[in-house]
């Protein structure tokens, strides 16, 4: 196991990174090492772990994900810490809750978009603590159940609540999209769309499986025909061959989404786009009324876009899936220059780190000190060359 300070991480970038990026790298720690809450009887026990914000601070399902993922790279023992005590409230029927709040509050009606797996994965590939991955394995097999028994129809996979989602106005499904008021949902409730991006988080979680079950001397073979099956399904159902996009699909009807957002490029960040359909979603990625240069959270001329959290203003997690995906799959001057444009416009805001972003105006929204975007600045610097 391993903890690095500040200064002994940034040591071995010194040489390679742009005072910039190294800039961005050192507030980056900073800020998800001031929201780490370390006090005595948490819910989760007396464990330092990451929240996303100390204003409502709780552990909160892809949050402590993306959190653990990223200080894995300096801190193998926070970041194990920040999944695991999450996960210690998984409910009786597998499914692992939408948040729980430092004063006990536990939302478990709706979960989060399922990157579980793919994050422990990518921890243990650092930490190498088989312990870790055989108990997160467990429990991802419970949530993978889960999925399959209630957010499923026999075909794709869909986002749901417990209760009465109507009364609630969807409330609690669009809360486990993580997309809370995306216009994505405007046009029908969401519980009847196969979302896009939901689809392609299954496919990645059924590798991962199948990757964690190999390395743990377990079977295989199911993991992996699940992966190919949806795989296939998301090629054959999700993309829009009129418009040239993959959308959301309405799954009682049939009928396409019109909504482009970061979600549209999920495909290629799960490397399952063929090439002419990735070479479709880069037309859009660099159109100027669409995704370029900011990677807003729905396209920019979409009629539903304005600065309301998630209709229109960039998020680093959703829109570096977007650029990953645009850069795996070569096209490396669109994924660059998305990358260089948002890291200049945080680069702008220092000291603060802000929840989301106008790409427009260039200004930091909601809270200033988040954590998740923290992290993804580290992993567009790091990954994105």
Known sequence: ????????????????????????????????????????????????AITPWLSCPGLWN??????????????????????????????????????????????????????????????????????????????????????????????????????DIEKDDYEAPRFESGWDNSPRWDRWPITELYPIDLNCYMVLYY????????????????????????????????????????????????????????????????????????????GYARDRSKFYPGMPSVAYDDKGHDKNYWRGLTWLNVAYFAVRGLYDYGYKDTAREIKEYILDMCYDLLPDIYENYDSLERKGCGCEHFSWSSAFIIEFILEIK
Not at 233 to 262: C, H, M, Q, W
């Open 207 to 282: 590798r991962s499986m199948a990757e964690m079950a190999e390395i743990l001397g377990l079977e295989t073979a199911e993991w992996k025909e699940k992966e190919a099956s949806l795989a296939r399904l998301v090629e054959d159902n999700l993309y829009d061959e009129k418009i040239g996009a993959y959308v959301d699909r309405n799954r009682l009807t049939g009928e396409f989404s019109t909504v482009l957002s970061p979600a549209s490029f999920m495909p290629l960040f799960i490397g399952i786009a063929p090439a002419d359909r990735a070479g479709s979603m880069n």
């Open 1 to 48: 196991m391993y903890v690095l300070t500040k200064e002994e991480w940034l040591s071995q970038y010194k040489n390679t990174l742009s005072e910039r990026d190294l800039a961005l790298m050192s507030r980056a720690y900073e800020v998800l090492d001031e929201n780490t809450l370390n006090r005595e009887n948490m819910p989760w026990g007396d464990i330092p």
């Open 62 to 163: 892809w949050d402590s994900v993306f959190h653990g993922m990223t200080v894995s790279r300096y801190n193998s023992v926070l970041a194990q810490n920040t999944i695991d005590c999450f996960a210690k409230f998984q409910c009786e029927n597998g499914m692992l809750p939408d948040v729980i709040t430092l004063r006990g509050f536990l939302a478990d009606n709706a979960s989060k978009p399922p990157v579980f797996p793919w994050g422990i994965l990518t921890v243990f590939k650092r930490t190498g603590d088989t312990d870790f991955l055989r108990r997160n394995y467990d429990r991802s097999v419970r949530y993978e159940q889960f999925w399959t028994r209630e957010r499923y129809d026999g075909k794709m996979f869909y986002y749901s609540a417990e209760r």
